[in-house]
């Protein structure tokens, strides 16, 4: 492991430049140091102008997402002595496929607008009162919507997928999984809803499933998945209304789990 | 009110009224260039042109069978030219990258649980691969009997 490394980073001012130019830095290379160490030490130490987004330093706010050497990562979540062999550089820059604000600090409106499309929140068409207690879920229900719960919206299968570059109304990854976080949820009845936005070219038909999304996913949410579950979904839905028709096209999850 | 001047300069603060000015990148028409992964999605995009092609050509071989023995006899004359093999044996290594690709693929689209637990990757995929094998067994036999 060599004890320097150089960092080049993507610099952006919106004042001055007309695109990204890299600088590089030479920083020192701790065992225990992740790439997030190392430009905090830049700006600490040699640059107070370096502009990056990040919070909890472990994984869980998502928000210090940045490509290092062109693959989405956390950077907090990344260490710097798996780059540190003898000459090697380490190229940081923002998440690809976003607007750049500065330096590598992404837009994300884009993203929270498509978030807020797909509901990603409990829908009740009946709302019991409170006396009958709280909705009761075994493990089993539970264990069917745990993975896509774990999202920590850092947008790093944003940065990953190729659709999302070239056709920037898709819904992405990230949103889709979280609608089927609810979707899959013993407590919720909004499929419906949701399938007006997802059963779309914009949604779930817009994905070609190149599978990088879960491939880059710090948090093994499997996005991937969740699109072709609910390709799969909707097509045997579509078959359905043919089949049968009146049959009421989504089945209320909750009877569905109430069936197992 | 505040209502922002567009700047006139590039050195002059370059803010619209509500949005700093964003640097927008562009996607390379060779994306997929330059990263393995995606050179893979490509490749296993372009074997569906493959696929289809194995179908044109047994198509076009049931039409000559139809036309008689002597079309039929060209056809296969056909088939043995350099062109011919070349195009086959592309086509037969893309059809095998295809479902292969496709197979490995069937895990994540499909969600299986046995007794509400959910099924491994494997036991959804090794299926898929023993009904290949069955029916590709089962073809040779007829052809090559
Ligand atoms: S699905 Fe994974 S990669 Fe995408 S935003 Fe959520 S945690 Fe990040
Ligand atoms: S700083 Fe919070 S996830 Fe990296």
Redesign the pocket.
């Known amino acids: 492991m060599a004890d320097k490394i150089i960092l080049e980073v993507a610099r952006y001012s919106p004042e001055r430049d007309a695109k990204p130019s890299f600088q590089s830095y030479e920083v020192p290379v701790y065992k225990e140091w992740v790439v997030?160490d190392a430009l905090n030490y830049i700006k600490d130490q040699v640059d107070g102008s370096l502009t990056y987004?990040?919070?909890?330093?472990?994984?869980?706010?998502?928000?210090?997402?940045m490509m290092v050497n062109g693959e989405p990562k956390?950077?907090?979540?990344t260490f710097l002595s798996s780059y540190a062999h003898n000459g090697s550089k380490v190229r940081v820059e923002p998440l690809r496929y976003f607007p750049v604000v500065r330096d590598l600090v992404t837009e994300l409106s884009d993203f929270l607008v498509k978030l807020t499309k797909v509901k990603p929140w409990l829908i009740r068409h009946d709302e019991p009162p409170l006396t009958q207690g709280e909705f009761l879920q075994t493990p089993d229900q539970l264990d069917r919507y745990k993975q896509f719960s774990m999202c920590?919206n850092?947008t790093l299968c944003y940065a990953a997928c190729p659709v999302v570059g070239l056709d920037p109304v898709f819904v992405g990854p990230a949103a889709i999984a979280l609608a089927q976080r609810y979707n899959m949820d013993s407590r919720d009845q909004g499929t419906e809803e949701r399938t007006a936005v997802l059963a779309h070219p914009e949604g779930i038909w817009g994905c070609t499933f190149v599978g990088e999304c879960t491939r880059v996913c710090p948090k093994h949410v499997d996005p991937a998945g969740a699109i072709q579950q609910y390709k799969l979904k909707a097509a045997l839905d579509w078959v359905k209304s043919f089949v049968m028709p009146g049959e009421h096209k989504s089945k209320d999850v909750r009877s569905e789990a109430a069936n197992d | 009110m505040c209502a922002v001047k567009q700047p006139t300069t590039r050195t002059a603060p370059a803010y619209t009224e509500f949005h700093p000015r964003w640097y927008r990148p562009q996607v390379s028409v060779y994306w997929w260039l330059f990263q393995r992964q995606y050179l893979k999605f490509i490749l296993r995009e372009l074997s569906s042109v493959f696929v289809a092609a194995f179908v044109v050509i047994t198509l076009l071989q049931l039409n000559a069978l139809r036309n008689g023995p002597e079309a039929y006899a060209r056809f296969q004359q056909w088939l043995q030219t350099p062109a011919a093999i070349a195009l086959n044996v592309v086509s037969f290594c893309f059809v095998v990258f295809h479902a292969i690709t496709w197979f490995n693929l069937a895990p994540s689209a499909m969600a299986v649980r046995l007794r509400g637990k959910p099924l491994p990757d494997f036991m959804v995929a090794a299926p898929n691969y023993a009904v290949w094998l069955v029916v590709s067994g089962a073809v040779a036999w007829l052809v090559l009997r």
Do not use: K, N
């Not at chain 1, 987004?53 to 997402?65: D, E, K, L, T």
């Open positions: 997030l987004r990040w919070s909890c330093r472990m994984g869980i706010c998502g928000s210090c997402g956390l950077t907090c979540a920590i850092c």
